[in-house]
Structures are given as structure tokens and as C-alpha cells.
């Protein structure tokens, strides 16, 4: 990891404006903060406190082109970043602080190289026209350029940005606030169509979507060499951008005929599950199979296997929340005392395992497998009306780093958590994991999540959309 690099004043700070996809907003500082101690990078608090999540715009004072370039590397929320040469309230409050960033602008504004200006709007979609007026109003009133303009081929991309905000109802309104500047680099976002899962053989009704899986490995900071775990690993999605990153990844799930691809394929076309089915074939077809370390059948509530090491460096998961079917665990109901030539080929009892008892256990393995300072990233899901965040389980040496919404519907979201482990692990702590107030108390989230208020026929469609992670909210 790259030692911090603290902001001084005898560094040349420069001002550069991300440009964020208008896509999971509530996750966009967190993964930002978590890139930037990733790479070393310290962010200025006070503009991550201002910002606005309706906005897609984020202002940030970076030593150099180099950090903007490392943070976008990484990140699947960055459309791009600009280098921010001015901005105002008003085209004309524009012009007029870029005539006053005169020193960084007028080496660009003499050379001869090509270039381009793109305008794009937010919340508004502009009339070519107008932008065509917008980019000559633009060089006369500020940027005189003395190089050619190429469309195709440009050396330089500068972006004149205008963002329409609450205003984007009313047609005839002026922006809300207008940036310009020269573009410097975009964000990872390719990757989510690179990995999405429709391009898989092996995904299942809950595999997760690529771009919450790579935010999530982003969460966890998952970097080179790094060993990570899906204790509920299901189709293995989540591993798949961990070993993009690679880090060398395994898994458990408690589904035999999952994993071995006996299970009902989830493709409505298909009849059964091709026998070539399976997470390391899927990491093959993305040449990371040098990555793979193992898939095993066991049961996440059951940690004795383990040998007591702190050897993961991120617990990365979603675990189940009982939609489909309730989740299950090994268990006996009544006790049925086997013989010890029974016990050889028996297939273990299952029992019910509830959602407090899922969150609790997945803490108390993440404490006593995760390197100190290393990731847990989880879902969890919440009954929006009484969802306090005292609900959010919690472990004593375990802290709470992120704690972002993902709107499922009206009534039910899921909330992804990330917990660093700070304490090492003591015997004596290996258990402390408890949620404070348990909301599932009262009734199962399955229950909650099925219930349908006062009339059944009125319930929205994503209502009534299973929870798959295939069709996001
Ligand atoms: C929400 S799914 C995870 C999907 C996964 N992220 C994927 O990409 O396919 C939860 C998984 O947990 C597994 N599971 C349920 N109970 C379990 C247990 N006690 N131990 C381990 N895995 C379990 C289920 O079989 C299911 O595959």
C-alpha cells in the first residue's frame, strides 16, 4: 500500500471535478474514501461533507493529475474527471473566473494542438444547437484557442458542463451551475459491462450484479496478492472482481447441487445446468483462474474447520435473507443418534437459520479470520419503516466503516456494510457479536418483505419483483 500523502502548502494542489454517473449516489463517497486510502491519497473532508447526493458533481483539490488518475482506475461511480479551470452560478460568472485562472490555461490556450469541447447537461438533455452556441459564446467570452478543432482525433477533450438540477422541469430555465475544464481521465466503468453477469455460464437467481460486486471489492480495498472469502458464495459473482484485482479468492456455500451444477439453471431457456458449470470456469472464461483457490461445500454457521488464523484479508458476501427459501443451517430438530457406519455417507440435517443468528455468525468469522485492519463487506436487509442504525449488527472489535442504502422498494431496502477489524482477535471476543435492537424479532424479513400493506392488487411491480439481485430496483 502506498504511504498517505498529506496536502502541504509547499505542494501545488490543483482543482479537479468528478464527474459522477448518476447511478448508486448513495455509495459515491464511500468508495471514494475508500480508493483514496487504497492509493495514499488524502481527500479534503470538508468537500466529501458538502456533498450533495443529487448532485453528480464533487469538486476535490488533488496534488496532481497522477491521483486523479489512480482514483478513477479504480472506480465503477466516476464517469470522468475534469480538471476544473473555472465554474459559476451563471456562463457569464464562468467566464470570468476562468479569465482569472489565466496561468493554468493560457499554455493550452497557445499551443497548437487539436482539440474539443463537449457539453453535456445534467438533468437536461441540450439541443445540438445550442451547444454549438454554448462552445462559440465559450472561445469568444474567455478561450481564445489557437489550436484546430478535430472531432475524432483530438489531443485535448475539454467538457463545459452544465447541471440543471431541481430546475430540470422547467424548459426554458437556466442551469443551476456551469463547470469547464479539460478532461483528464475516465472511470472504471467499462468493467461493469466487461463483467456483467449475463455474459457467464454459471450465475443463479441471486448472483449479484457486476457493479456492486466490483463497488463492493472497492469497499473492502481488495488489491494484489490479497486472499479473500464469500462465506455464502452461491454463483462465486462477487469473486469474480476480486480476482480482477487479483487477489486469489475462495468460497463456501451450504447448496451441494448449486456448486456441482445439479441445481435448476435460472435461465428460463435452459433445461439443466450444463456440467462445465461452476465458478472456476467462470474466473477461466475471464483468464483469472490462477486465482482460484477453492470452493467448498460447508456451512457458514460452522467455523470449526477453520484453523484459528487471521489469514483473509477481506470477508466479502451477501448473505441469504430468506426470500426464496428460508436459509438454512446444519442442525438437528429431533435428536437422531447415528451409528458410526450411518454417519459415513449421511446427509446432515437442516434447520431453520434466522437473519440475527446469519449477521451475528458472519461477524464473529470475520473477527477471527480477518487480518487486523482487514474488510468485511455484507448486505443487509432492512424494513425501511423501522430501520434505526442501532439495527446494524455490531461487534466490539469490529468497527463501522460504511453503511450505504440500496433502495429495493417502497418499503424494503438492503444496506451494504463495511467493518474493519481493529482489535486482534481474543478468544473471549469471538462471540461478541450481537445486533442491538433485532428488528426481525417480531416477524421473519420474509414475512416482512411479502407483506403487502392493504390491497395486494396495488403493489408496485418492483413490490412484487423477488429479491434478485439479476433485477436491480
Ligand atoms: C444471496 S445468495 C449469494 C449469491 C452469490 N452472491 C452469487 O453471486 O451467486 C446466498 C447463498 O448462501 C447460501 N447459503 C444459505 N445458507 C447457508 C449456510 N448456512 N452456509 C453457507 N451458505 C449458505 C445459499 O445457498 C446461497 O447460494
Partial sequence: MAAPMIQNANVQCRKYLLY???????FRISELVALAEMFGINLSKES??????????????????TEAKQLASRSVL??????????????????????????????????????????????????????????????????????KIDLKNPDEIYYLLEDYGKQSKNATADPEHVYFGRWITDGNRGEIQNQHITKRSFIGN????????????????????????????????????????????????INYLLLHAKAKPSRSNQKARAANESIRNNLADYGLESYYCDIMVADA????????????????????????????????????????????????????????????????????FLRLGGRLTYWFPVHRADYKEENIPHHPCMRLVTNCEQVMNTRISRRLITMEKCQPY?????????????????????????????????????????QTNTKPP
Fill in 20 to 26: 459522477f454517473a448518476n447511478h448508486h449516489v448513495d
Fill in 48 to 65: 466529501l461533507k458538502h456533498h450533495n447526493k443529487e448532485c453528480p458533481f464533487l469538486k476535490l483539490t488533488l496534488p496532481s493529475e
Fill in 78 to 147: 466516476i464517469r470522468s474527471v475534469i480538471e476544473l479551470w473555472g465554474h459559476g452560478n451563471t456562463h457569464e460568472d464562468l467566464y470570468e473566473d476562468l479569465r482569472k485562472s489565466k496561468d493554468a490555461i493560457v499554455p493550452y490556450l497557445s499551443r497548437p494542438s487539436s482539440f474539443k469541447i463537449v457539453v453535456d447537461g445534467f438533468n437536461r438533455s441540450l439541443p445540438h444547437k445550442y451547444k454549438i452556441q454554448m462552445i462559440e459564446k465559450l472561445i469568444d467570452g474567455a478561450l481564445p484557442f489557437e489550436g
Fill in 206 to 253: 441471486t448472483s449479484m450484479e457486476s457493479s456492486l460486486s466490483l463497488l463492493m471489492a472497492n469497499l473492502s480495498k481488495v488489491q494484489k496478492n490479497m486472499l479473500v472469502i464469500d462465506p455464502f458464495v452461491g454463483t462465486g459473482s462477487i469473486l469474480v472482481p476480486c480476482a480482477y484485482h487479483h487477489a486469489y479468492v475462495m468460497g463456501t456455500d
Fill in 301 to 368: 454457521s460452522k467455523h470449526a474447520m477453520w484453523r484459528p488464523m487471521e489469514i483473509f484479508d477481506a470477508v466479502i458476501t451477501d448473505p441469504p435473507y430468506g426470500i426464496r427459501e428460508g436459509a438454512r443451517k446444519v442442525g438437528k430438530e429431533d435428536s437422531v443418534s447415528l451409528t458410526e457406519e450411518q454417519k459415513v455417507d449421511h446427509i446432515p440435517q437442516k434447520i431453520d437459520y434466522d437473519l440475527s443468528n446469519i449477521f451475528n455468525d458472519l461477524l464473529n468469522f470475520a473477527f477471527k
Fill in 426 to 466: 481474543r478468544e473471549d471476543q469471538c462471540l461478541a457479536s450481537h445486533t442491538n435492537v433485532d428488528h426481525y424479532l417480531n416477524a421473519s424479513f420474509r414475512e416482512m418483505y411479502f407483506k403487502v400493506t392493504e390491497n395486494p392488487q396495488k403493489s408496485s411491480k418492483s413490490d412484487r419483483n423477488s
